[in-house]
């Protein structure tokens, strides 16, 4: 595999923070779950997707803090995949709506100390692909009873109106309420609800080097 530029390796960074887990050499892209915002200090959400050509990975979201940003409600995020020789890290803090966005991000790679992305790289992004609520956006199609490896919950359906995909969301998940997506090019279920989330970011957040990348390959 080709060792990635620098300037790569901060554009895949960036990439990994706006879709919630594209990752370091050789990690797939998940998507980011849109639901509703329902940020709860301590929860979070794990799930298992698989894409359309049935390669299977899973991610796990959850709330590890609370801040203030600007003088508004700010909430650091934090989501863990595996990278294969270990779990990979990403913790954002974001404050939500249309005004919101992303302010500060950490990321911590396995056997490395904890890296902070430079601030015009976060600022850059804005919040582009900030987490949407579905509900301004897709049609409601009722209240269903569904059953995941997670449990079984009472749900909105929503359905994308350009037949892209379908979703099932509670109240009583955090942060997205995601329970299940089902779209054209991959399918989310709901595989455990989280109550006592801690941070896994350890040690201090040192600059963002994108040669730490290289020298693991």
């Known amino acids: 595999m080709k060792l990635a530029t620098q300037y790569g390796m901060a554009a895949l960074c960036l990439l990994f923070m706006a879709a919630a887990a594209s990752a370091q050499m050789g990690m797939r892209?998940?998507?980011?779950?849109?639901?509703?915002?329902?940020p709860v200090v301590g929860a979070g959400a794990a799930y298992d997707i698989t894409s359309s050509d049935g390669?299977?990975?899973s991610i796990e979201f959850t709330i590890v803090g609370k801040d203030s940003v600007n003088g508004k409600d700010?909430?650091?995020m934090e989501w863990t995949t595996n990278a294969g020789n270990g779990e990979v890290v990403m913790k954002v803090l974001t404050s939500f709506g249309e005004s919101g966005g992303t302010s500060r991000v950490i990321m911590q790679?396995?056997?490395?100390?904890?890296?902070?992305?430079p601030s015009q790289m976060t600022s850059r992004m804005g919040n582009q692909n900030a987490p949407t609520d579905i509900r301004n956006s897709m049609e409601h199609v009722g209240t269903e009873?569904?059953?995941v490896p997670a449990g079984t919950f009472s749900c909105e359906h929503y359905r994308a109106k350009d037949g892209s995909g379908?979703?099932?969301?509670?109240?009583?998940?955090s942060p997205f309420g995601v329970v299940k997506h089902q779209g054209k090019d991959d399918s989310m279920v709901l595989t455990k609800q989280i109550t006592d989330a801690k941070d896994?970011?350890?040690?201090?957040p040192q600059p963002f080097d994108p040669s730490s990348f290289m020298q693991q390959h």
């Open 29 to 38: 892209q998940t998507p980011m779950p849109r639901g509703m915002l329902n």
């Open 55 to 57: 390669r299977k990975s």
């Open 74 to 76: 700010a909430y650091w």
């Open 109 to 117: 790679m396995p056997g490395r100390p904890p890296m902070e992305m």
């Open 145 to 147: 009873t569904i059953t």
């Open 166 to 173: 379908d979703t099932w969301i509670s109240t009583k998940i």
């Open 200 to 204: 896994k970011i350890v040690g201090t």
